[in-house]
């Protein structure tokens, strides 16, 4: 049996200082009066959300943020938009969308989000006077979004992780090996490391924790201004890329940590010795293979639906409208093939993504053990030594990436008698479904120890899909900044929807209180 070492330790004090403090605030809840939200149009807000999610593909546990976003980007957007109870009607849509359970948010939560909101505003208005709106935007909107969606979901358990994972990192990785010395701002770069590789945290919720962990002040919009342009700058740096990189090649038993003490109100105490602890960890190692599998599916269904939903409005907007121009009429292959392939293409994708064998799980409980109940080397030991590759292998793989285009552009014009426009749109989709599938089956590798696992399945579906991820990032990328599919839905459809909604709600208020008069 194995002592903790200083790590462990100070991760098992902080557990349980952050359960204690869940516990006060859960019994102080009981107690304090909750906002009831009418539901006047939650049919309608749910099924728009539930559109608006699919269109965007972004991860579950960035919807609620997201969602927050837009709602005060459409409040700025008004003019001469009042904060008179604006943290009722924040918390009204986010129910009426399905984010949050009636009755289940605070006054006391209501009253501390219009607080926030009045800082934030003020900030941004001072910002706005010497920044673009853009720059305004992502330095005090975005992250205002973030620390209200922490005050609607705990997020104190993740920070405890992300000191554990941050501590352990710290001493464990050679920086000067690395990149011959260590960066400027090494601490804050290592710091969004461990966020963005191991929590996926939103850029805007890594903003705020970094803004909370220096003290910086709201009240100083110079001081504030200083210090967001270095967090840009370390956002743009080759060394946050590289310290992500190496974070996530050694985060898997650290993710397990963090499913095992968010599973285990005793987790705190298992950390005693490793033969207390490795059982829990045992119990979450299964649930994280059960939930990846989970999240893979739900990830599969939702792409399923993104890939439908774009495909639909640019076969309006375009392929429907060229047939009908050069040919007078609807090719309806090629539509057919854009239309049902991709998806296909995706489901297919989902059976080749397998969980990690029995030799992972002992692989990740030797790793944990030897995290928290060894002594700390005393020397740094993370190299982070990458594989290169000579000009030979770059170019087989240029030349890999080409002939897999050609030869499935010749079969499609070939067989389905495919023109320009239809090969453009088909290689749009197709890469963005690989990319998609891609992005889907890291979750895997983040549980996993060591080199991938390969099959012979696995090797077949690599070579012929990774060209297709290669443009697919490319695609995403793009798309991620313009998003055409989500700026209209949310100029055209989601400002009409909740304003008439909203109307209809004061009015239906209006009427209840016309009664109490009679």
Do not use: C
Not at 7 to 29: C, G, I
Not at 312 to 324: N, S
């Amino acid at each position: 049996m194995k002592e903790p070492n200083a790590l462990a330790k100070k991760f098992a004090h902080e557990l349980r200082l952050v359960r204690d403090a869940q516990d006060r605030e859960r019994a102080s809840n009981e107690t304090r009066e909750k906002i009831h939200v009418q539901t006047t149009g939650a049919g309608l807000t749910y099924l728009y959300e539930s559109l608006r999610n699919a269109s965007e593909n972004a991860d579950e546990n960035l919807l609620l943020m997201r969602a927050i976003r837009r709602f005060f980007k459409r409040i700025y957007l008004t003019p001469d938009f009042k904060l008179n109870d604006i943290g009722e009607e924040l918390i009204t849509e986010l129910t009426l969308a399905g984010y949050l359970e009636n009755d289940s948010v605070t006054l006391t939560t209501v009253n501390e989000i219009s607080h926030l909101v009045r800082e934030y505003t003020h900030l941004r208005t001072k910002l706005l006077q010497k920044f673009p709106r853009e720059t305004a935007d992502r330095w005090t909107l975005a992250p205002m979004s973030a620390a209200i969606e922490h005050k609607l979901r705990d997020h104190r358990l993740n920070a405890v992780f992300t000191d554990l994972a941050y501590n352990y990192f710290l001493s464990a990785i050679d920086a000067p090996a690395i990149f011959g010395e260590k960066p400027a701002s090494y601490e804050a770069t290592l710091f969004m490391a461990v966020q963005q590789s191991l929590l996926r945290e939103d850029p805007a919720a890594i903003r705020l924790g970094l803004t909370a962990r220096y003290q910086v002040s709201l009240d100083h919009a110079v001081e504030f201004a200083k210090f967001n342009t270095q967090i840009d700058q370390i956002a743009a740096s080759p060394a946050l890329k590289r310290l992500i990189q190496i974070a996530s090649r050694n985060g898997a038993p650290f993710r397990i940590a963090l499913l095992a003490a968010s599973n285990d109100d005793n987790a705190a105490e298992r950390l005693t010795s490793d033969k207390s602890y490795s059982e829990q960890y045992n119990l979450a190692i299964g649930e994280a293979y059960k939930s990846v599998s989970q999240n893979i599916s739900r990830g599969i269904v939702r792409s399923v639906i993104f890939l439908v939903i774009t495909k639909f409005i640019i076969g309006i907007a375009i392929e429907v409208p060229y047939d009908l121009w050069v040919h007078s009429t609807v090719q309806w292959l090629p539509l057919i093939v854009n239309l049902a392939l991709p998806p296909l293409y995706m489901i297919a994708l989902r059976l080749t993504l397998l969980m990690p064998s029995s030799g992972n799980t002992h692989a990740l409980n030797r790793e944990i053990t030897r995290v928290l109940f060894e002594p700390i080397p005393s020397k740094p030991f993370i190299k982070g030594r990458q594989k290169t590759f000579g000009v030979g292998w770059n170019t087989a793989y240029g030349l890999i990436i080409v002939g897999v285009f050609i030869g499935v552009a010749w079969l499609l014009m070939y067989y389905a008698h495919f023109e320009w426009i239809h090969l453009a749109i088909f290689f749009v989709f197709i890469s963005t479904a690989s990319f998609l599938g891609f992005r889907l089956s890291r979750a895997i590798r983040e549980i996993e120890i060591g080199d991938e696992a390969q099959t012979s399945v696995t090797t077949i579906r690599d070579f012929l899909y990774m060209p297709f991820v290669a443009v697919g990032r490319k695609i995403n990328e793009t798309y991620a900044r313009i998003n055409i599919v989500s700026r209209f839905l949310d100029m055209f459809v989601e400002l009409p929807l909740k304003t008439i909604l909203g109307f209809i709600r004061r009015w239906s208020s209006f009427l209840s209180a016309k009664k109490d008069d009679f």
